[in-house]
């Protein structure tokens, strides 16, 4: 996932105060697999399917870069995983899956809160930081929708500096009003 020449989603860093970030994130195309159960249950399944696609898994054999994050969620005992796919390669160019449960996509430009962390994430650590967040955009009075994602940037094999993050859209959200978050300020811890 994450080494030294694998490309991350580009994004835009607004605020910023310990762990905790607003990010404007423009358009990226997508590979996504959805899954039933929970994403403990697939998340190997989930990666194998959609790294099956970047490595040629697809009707012309062509192999697509690694990106990082990978992007996961669960809703309603679903659970989804997404590959950010190369900036370099335009949405119509992207060669079909031959898997038929791989999904491409493009997401919309979005505001979203951001909370990083380190080590492994596992599910109590995961809920945790969902908790700490929901508590921070209460803090701040903002407004987010109900669709938080784990974001993981390392491969399984790294065990030192790892990053995560924990990430929900923000709704109705307004870039000229942060100037009044510079002023208030929080601890993110």
């Known amino acids: 996932m994450a ?4 490309e991350t989603q580009k994004y835009e860093t607004l605020f910023s105060e310990g762990n905790f970030e607003i990010r ?13 159960g929970s994403y403990n249950q697939n998340r190997n399944s989930g990666f194998q399917t959609l790294a099956g696609y970047i490595f040629g898994g697809n009707e012309e054999n062509k192999k697509i870069a690694m990106t990082s994050p990978v992007r996961m969620s669960n809703e309603n005992r679903n659970s989804k995983m997404s590959f ?7 949405f119509e160019e992207l060669p079909k899956p031959s898997n038929k449960n791989v999904i ?7 505001y979203r809160a951001s909370l990083r962390f380190g080590g492994y994430a596992k ?3 995961i809920a945790k930081k969902k908790e700490e967040m929901i508590q921070i955009l209460n803090k701040l009075n903002l407004q987010y929708k109900n669709n938080f994602e784990l974001l993981g940037y390392n ?7 790892r990053r995560n993050e924990i990430q929900v859209e923000l709704k109705n959200f ?3 009003n942060l100037h009044e978050l510079n002023e208030t300020g929080f601890n993110a811890g």
């Open 123 to 125: 599910s109590r650590k």
């Open 84 to 90: 950010i796919l190369p900036r370099s390669v335009p």
């Open 3 to 6: 080494g030294a020449k694998t």
């Open 104 to 110: 491409l996509h493009q997401s919309e430009p979005v």
């Open 174 to 176: 307004n870039p000229h």
């Open 24 to 36: 404007f994130y423009p358009k990226a195309n997508l590979a996504t697999v959805k899954m039933s």
């Open 155 to 161: 491969p399984p094999f790294q065990l030192l500096n």
